[in-house]
């Protein structure tokens, strides 16, 4: 099994920057592709960033593109969420996940574990 405890959110104005810090504990992350989702308020949560285990290949969602970049440190058993360029429609609980697959998964559903969720807020 893998714990995972989010970090770093914040309030934040738009235009700034906050990185997220997902740590695990139990089994080494080396063994999960990891994602990053977001739930705005009063939405369904949605598919951010994904990275494969070895840290390799990165997917983004389209909202994203370009402002947020996602990394790991397997050592570390932590994986980060730069996020540059915030606006105000990027408020939300981010969630870090993990899952056991070798590809990157886009759907909630593939994720065996989740955090407890960290929230952002950008002010316009």
């Known amino acids: 099994q893998v714990q995972l405890v989010e970090s770093g959110g914040g309030l934040v104005q738009a235009g700034g920057s906050l990185r997220l810090s997902c740590a695990a504990s139990?089994?080494?992350?080396?063994?999960?592709?990891m994602g990053w989702f977001r739930q705005p308020p009063g939405k369904e949560r949605e598919f951010v960033a994904g990275?494969?285990?070895?840290?390799?290949?990165?997917y983004y969602a389209d909202s994203v593109k370009g402002r947020f970049t996602i990394s790991r440190n397997n050592a570390k058993n932590t994986v980060y969420l730069q996020m540059n360029s915030l606006k105000p429609d990027d408020t939300a609980v981010y969630y870090c996940?993990?899952?056991?697959?070798?590809?990157?998964?886009?759907?909630?559903?593939?994720?065996?574990?989740w955090g407890q969720g960290t929230q952002v807020t950008v002010s316009s």
């Open positions: 990275i494969n285990r070895s840290g390799g290949r990165t």
């Open positions: 996940a993990a899952n056991p697959s070798l590809a990157i998964a886009t759907i909630a559903g593939e994720y065996d574990y």
């Open positions: 139990g089994r080494t992350l080396s063994f999960y592709a």
